[in-house]
């Protein structure tokens, strides 16, 4: 979402000013910049900082830095889908890493 919101503004910003923006690009903008919860260079080096620990896959902390979840719950949410099964101190270890970019 983060890196989302900066290249809609970055378009947005290549139109002429005397044109409006159609209606679909407003409404992009607006959900990106509703739903980005942290700025673009946090958000890369979350990710980074998410894939060195285990059983992460890139999707897997795309999600993450997308939701930044602040509970156990809403982390098993997210490897819901998964084949495998978080401990209790891999989920603690990947929301206190979500913390420090919260």
């Known amino acids: 979402m ?21 209606y ?10 509703k739903f980005s919860k942290i700025d673009m ?3 890369h080096k ?6 060195l620990q285990g059983k992460m896959k890139p999707e897997i902390a795309l999600k993450i830095v ?3 979840p602040k509970t156990r719950g809403e982390l098993r949410t997210i490897y819901a889908k998964e084949r495998y099964n978080l401990t209790q101190e891999d989920l603690d270890s990947i929301l206190d890493t979500v913390r420090k970019y919260r």
Not at 2 to 22: C, H, M, Q, T, Y
Request: net charge negative; charged share 35%; glycine share 2%.
């Open 2 to 22: 983060s890196e989302a919101n900066v290249i809609l503004e970055e378009v947005r910003a290549g139109f002429d000013p005397e044109k409006e923006v159609s």
């Open 41 to 43: 260079d946090s958000a």
């Open 66 to 68: 997308d939701i930044l």
């Open 24 to 33: 679909v690009m407003r409404r992009a903008i607006a959900h990106v910049q």
């Open 46 to 51: 979350l990710f980074e900082e998410l894939l």
